[in-house]
């Protein structure tokens, strides 16, 4: 594989909101943003009542391990079954898991029988059905968008996911509120079902456009064997680095951390503090997306990666030190617009970059990076947080991603990407 120099020099100019204008990849990406804020509902609901009933620092952390854990060991394979089989089975296979586990979690919720084991088991389940779904996920977008609209296209199915993590907080609040954990949990099921329902429908695999790669099964050293080969295309290298860095120092930290956070934020009823800095988070990453898109200011390069993620990183360490609550919402919205152009433009640059022989690998790859590596977040979480404090933890990871965003653009320099 050889790398570009600049992928953007290589693209005609796009036309603004192409993915909106098509009816099958708008369809997909509300499917998509209906599933990711069922995703963040669940999230809401399952992580409150597992703070109200257990009070544990280790357990929070091992909400973000096993969130992406899955990811970091089978997201190469996943990969490779995106590359190979049809991409909306796959993610339908995803839906139902997300299905069946907020289920069970409404029934154990409702019977009283919730122990900490068995919420492991769900979060692990979860974690599974999200590590699916995103390989197949990103290969459907090649179907709906030529090449030159491709950036556009991943760009407008990171804002609808961000929309997702926007409303997803709002309405898992609202649920947990006004019709309890049991019943929010059991409406929470029908955020899955639109996109699974349109991919019945839609002739679209993930492989219209370029065809489907056969190939054998793929092994764990089939994953190693990817890594290398990957590390002599230097633009890609420099962005699954970029995603790894972001994906160790913050993570899921933000989110699982959040009841603590509403709790010595909040303005008296730590219920709606809650909801509330979590749509701060989604706002600004949706506000981001759609500006991104409106105005093309900023195209996909190392560059723009390198400052949106430092950016990113600086909000982190302000959020988690400040005692006020106003300037703890305006860094979370902030944060949220650096981190859709820091995570929109490395997926980009890897959509636009990865060989089609071996897209599914390099998708699941960057997968590997950019959500597995979120389990060394959460083992920081758990360890840390329990020796200095969630707060502590939290700052040391913004800044340890400043700083890992500086020397990686130093490294990159030197290797002249």
Request: hydrophobic share 55%; glycine share 12%.
């Amino acid at each position: 594989m050889t790398a570009s120099n600049t992928t953007q020099n290589r693209l005609s100019r796009p036309a603004r909101f192409v993915a909106l204008r098509n009816k099958q990849s708008r369809m997909y990406l509300i499917g998509g943003g209906l599933a990711m804020m069922g995703d963040n509902i669940e999230h809401v609901i399952t992580y409150w009542i597992l703070w109200e009933t257990f009070h544990s620092p280790a357990l929070v952390g091992f909400q973000v391990i096993s969130h992406w854990l899955p990811s970091l060991l089978f997201s190469v394979q996943f990969g490779a079954l995106a590359q190979r089989f049809d991409c909306r089975r796959l993610i339908q296979i995803a839906q139902l898991t997300f299905i069946l586990v907020s289920v069970t979690w409404g029934v154990l919720i409702a019977t009283g029988t919730l122990q900490i084991w068995l919420a492991c088991i769900l979060l692990l389940a979860h974690g599974f059905a999200g590590a699916l779904w995103r390989p197949a996920e990103q290969m459907m977008l090649h179907d709906f968008a030529a090449r030159e609209n491709l950036p556009g296209t991943v760009r407008m199915n990171a804002t609808f996911r961000s929309l997702g993590v926007l409303f997803g907080p709002v309405v898992g609040s609202l649920l947990l509120l006004g019709l309890g954990p049991v019943a929010g949990i059991f409406t929470n099921v029908l955020f899955y079902l639109p996109l699974s329902v349109f991919l019945l429908r839609t002739p679209f695999t993930g492989h219209v456009r370029d065809g489907m790669v056969a190939r054998g099964r793929t092994s764990f050293l089939d994953t190693l064997r990817v890594l290398k080969r990957l590390w002599s295309h230097k633009l890609l290298t420099s962005m699954i680095l970029l995603a790894g860095a972001s994906a160790v120092c913050v993570g899921g930290s933000l989110q699982a951390s959040m009841p603590h956070f509403a709790a010595i934020l909040g303005t008296g009823n730590s219920g709606l503090s809650y909801g509330a800095l979590l749509f701060a988070n989604g706002a600004g990453g949706v506000l981001g997306g759609f500006l991104l898109e409106a105005t093309g200011a900023i195209r996909p390069n190392a560059r723009a990666a390198f400052i949106s993620t430092a950016v990113f990183g600086a909000t982190i360490v302000v959020f988690a030190l400040t005692q006020n609550y106003v300037l703890a919402l305006v860094a979370l919205f902030l944060g949220g617009v650096a981190d859709m152009a820091s995570a929109s433009i490395a997926q980009s640059v890897v959509q636009l970059e990865a060989p089609t022989a071996e897209r599914g690998h390099v998708l699941g790859a960057y997968g590997m990076a950019s959500s597995g590596l979120s389990t060394g977040n959460g083992i920081t979480l758990a360890a840390l947080g329990a020796a200095i404090g969630i707060s502590a933890t939290v700052a040391w990871g913004g800044a340890a991603l400043v700083l890992t965003t500086i020397a990686l653009a130093v490294f990159v320099s030197i290797r002249k990407v």
